[in-house]
């Protein structure tokens, strides 16, 4: 079983920046991807980006350029920073991991763009 946990939302007005982490555990081999979707009120699941164990990375149109994804040292933690941003971004943020065919997903954190 693997477990993820996300941590860094909160609140940032529009223009500024947040870091978001998401530290797994469990049973999680080398190959794998790791990513972000998101979902804001009344709107359909997004994908953000993701990144694979050799870090080979992905991103959503719209993130591209604002957003940065990357693993830490220990493989098993995502990051997703992400700059300029706009109350667009307003959104629970979801990290994931996939391997074996399987997907895992965190409980999520809350991100709010606001003045």
């Known amino acids: 079983q693997v477990q993820l946990v996300e941590s860094g939302g909160g609140l940032v007005q529009p223009g500024g920046s947040l870091t978001l982490s998401c530290a797994g555990s469990?049973?999680?081999?080398?190959?794998?991807?790791m990513g972000w979707y998101r979902q804001a009120p009344g709107k359909q699941r997004e994908a953000v980006a993701q990144i694979t164990s050799g870090d080979i990375t992905i991103y959503a149109d719209s993130m591209k350029g604002r957003f940065t994804i990357s693993r830490g040292n220990a493989k098993n933690t995502v990051y997703l920073q992400m700059n300029s941003l706009t109350p667009e971004d307003t959104a629970v943020y979801y990290c994931?991991?996939?391997?074996?065919?399987?997907?895992?997903w965190g409980q999520g954190t809350q991100v709010t763009v606001s003045s």
């Open positions: 469990g049973s999680i081999f080398s190959m794998n991807v």
């Open positions: 994931y991991l996939r391997q074996l065919g399987t997907e895992y």
